[in-house]
């Protein structure tokens, strides 16, 4: 009995905790199947009843930006899109009723 | 980029608390260094799952019989997700989850030393579920901010699991304590087999190999050996002296002024011969360990897909 080796499949588990949360990503496990996968991953990740549910995805067939560099991010000014950007309409709101008649 | 350029924004990046992961760029010696303790424990996982193993069947009663079941269930489950991650930085070094299992059967790869010993009596599986996975906890707590991003995530999961084996450990221990004179008698008798080898746990006080100095610089680990025993000690002696148990150590005791736990150096002899796979039951676990290796090579082929040149 001799096979040729061959290279495992690795997929990425995600799961669900509830039903209207979202699938978060739990980790990843090699698998002959994605019916062996979802066996082994209901076995890895929910033996306590964790998640509800269970994506398999092999890792190969996900598409992925470049993991670009926290601080270079966040260094550009982006106050326009966030709420605290705002927070100046309360001023804008008392300084108008002071000056209502 | 230069090497010393990419060496630069690599520790910049790890002085900023941002995480590796395993596609980033690393220098060599951190891939090794990561691997080579995440291996360590994965290892330790497996082989710790073996002396609970053995109390199954025995286990008094079908709630504690699941209990344990559940409990080793967890054990190979945690050697799974590990050597998982393992696998990724270990993939650019050319090895494979073979072999790291050939590395451990054949004694290359180290385990933790407590799972060398054996485990005689039911209150050693008290014992061990309180006390070693308590000390497990501490090791792992402090690791769950390790610069290796792959390995926190996996560790949190692992953490909140061991939490629960402390308190299935505890409520046994809890319960021979509460007992005849013949179950507490067992329960000292199995706290004083056991004290020497969790002392041991965390590993000589004075370590200072360049090699761990660079393991902290990189933040693959974060506390030394000292502090996460002095961390055990805080938070596990008092409650083994609440309950009248006596480690067997004289000397043990909370100095008032600076909080230091004072105690008595165990044997390191022992230690280095039981780490360089000595130990009372090192020789027949890893036995069993290649047994079950070889005999379910099937199934491994079944689930993973491995096709190995048989
Ligand atoms: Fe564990
Ligand atoms: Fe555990």
Redesign the interface.
């Known amino acids: 009995?001799?096979?040729?080796?061959?290279e495992?499949?690795v997929y990425e588990v995600f799961g669900q905790t509830d039903r209207g949360e979202p699938y978060v990503q739990?980790?990843?496990?090699?698998?002959?199947?994605p019916e062996?996968g979802l066996?082994?991953a209901r076995?890895?990740?929910s033996?306590r009843g964790e998640v509800i549910s269970l994506w398999l995805v092999e890792r190969q067939e996900i598409h992925a930006t470049e993991?670009l560099?926290?601080?270079l991010i966040r260094g550009t000014d982006r106050t326009y899109r966030m709420g605290e950007g705002y927070r100046v309409t309360v001023e804008k709101r008392q300084r108008l009723r002071r000056v209502k008649p | 980029m230069t090497d010393q350029a990419r060496l630069e924004a690599f520790e910049a990046k790890i002085a900023g608390g941002e995480k590796i992961e395993s596609d980033d760029w690393m220098p060599e010696l951190y891939r090794k260094q990561a691997l080579r303790l995440i291996l360590t424990h994965a290892n330790s996982e497996l082989m710790g799952a073996l002396p609970e193993r053995e109390w199954i069947p025995r286990a008094p009663g079908m709630h504690r019989k699941l209990a344990v079941l559940a409990k080793v269930q967890d054990e190979i489950g945690h050697a799974q997700l590990i050597y998982r991650v393992a696998e990724d930085l270990a993939r650019p070094l050319g090895l494979t989850r073979d072999d790291f299992m050939q590395d451990l059967i054949s004694g290359k790869a180290k385990f933790h030393n407590v799972f060398s010993y054996p485990a005689p009596t039911w209150a050693d599986v008290g014992v061990i579920a309180w006390l070693v996975d308590g000390a497990a906890l501490v090791t792992q707590g402090a690791l769950l901010r390790t610069s290796y991003g792959p390995y926190g995530r996996i560790l949190r999961r692992i953490c909140a699991e061991e939490a629960i084996h402390l308190k299935h450990g505890e409520d046994i221990v809890l319960t021979l304590a509460a007992g005849t004179a013949d179950q507490r008698q067992m329960l000292q008798d199995a706290l004083s087999r056991w004290w020497e080898p969790l002392l041991h746990f965390f590993g000589p006080p004075d370590e200072v190999s360049p090699n761990t100095e660079q393991m902290v610089r990189w933040g693959i680990r974060l506390k030394s050996n000292e502090e996460m025993r002095q961390e055990f000690l805080q938070n596990y002696a008092p409650k083994i002296l609440e309950i009248g148990l006596l480690p067997p150590d004289p000397g043990l005791r909370k100095d008032p002024v600076s909080g230091v736990w004072q105690y008595t150096q165990p044997n390191w002899d022992v230690f280095w011969k039981v780490v360089r796979g000595d130990g009372p039951k090192t020789k027949e676990r890893l036995e069993l360990r290649r047994m079950a290796y070889e005999d379910q090579l099937w199934v491994r082929q079944a689930v993973r897909g491995t096709h190995h040149v048989a």
């Open positions: 009995m001799s096979h040729e080796p061959v495992e499949t739990l980790g990843s496990l090699p698998a002959a199947d062996m066996m082994l076995e890895l990740f033996r993991r560099d926290g601080d």
